[in-house]
C-alpha cells in the first residue's frame, strides 16, 4: 500500500497518525517530490470509481490561482490527467492506494470501515 502525502499538510499528518496507531504498514511517497503520472492517476480513478474531479486538491493554492473551477469542466479527462500529473500539489490527499481501493483525502470513519474490520 502507497501513502502520498504532503508532509506539511494538516490532513497527511492525521492520516498518517491514524495509520501508524494502528500499525498499518505503508510505503510513503511525497507527492511534491515524486508527483503521480497521468497513466497511474488514470488507473487510481478508474479503482476508484470516483469522479475524477475527486483527484484534485479543490481549496489547494494552484487550484484557485489557476481558476480550475471555471475551467475543468471544459477540459477533457486526458488534459485533466495531464494538468494533475504536471503538479502535485494539484492532487487531494493524502492518497492511499492498494491493491483493492483507493481512498482520496482523510475521512477517519472511511479509513475506520476499510481497516477496523
Known amino acids: 500500500m502507497v501513502f502520498l502525502c504532503y508532509p506539511k499538510c ?3 499528518k492525521k492520516a498518517q497518525a491514524w495509520l501508524n496507531q494502528r500499525g498499518i504498514p505503508y510505503e510513503l511517497r511525497l507527492i511534491r ?3 503521480p503520472s497521468a497513466e497511474e492517476l488514470k488507473e487510481w480513478q478508474i479503482r476508484s470509481g470516483l469522479p475524477l474531479k475527486r483527484f484534485f486538491n479543490t481549496s489547494g493554492l ?3 490561482t489557476l481558476n480550475l473551477k471555471e475551467k475543468l469542466p471544459q477540459m477533457s479527462e486526458e488534459e485533466q490527467l495531464a494538468l494533475l ?3 502535485g500539489m494539484l492532487v487531494k490527499r493524502p492518497l492511499l492506494v492498494s491493491e483493492d481501493f483507493v481512498l482520496t483525502g482523510f475521512r477517519e470513519a ?7 474490520k
Not at 110 to 115: G, H, I, Q
Open 10 to 12: 494538516s490532513t497527511c
Open 33 to 35: 517530490e515524486e508527483n
Open 62 to 64: 494552484q487550484y484557485k
Open 85 to 87: 500529473a504536471s503538479d
Open 110 to 116: 472511511e479509513y475506520e470501515e476499510r481497516f477496523d
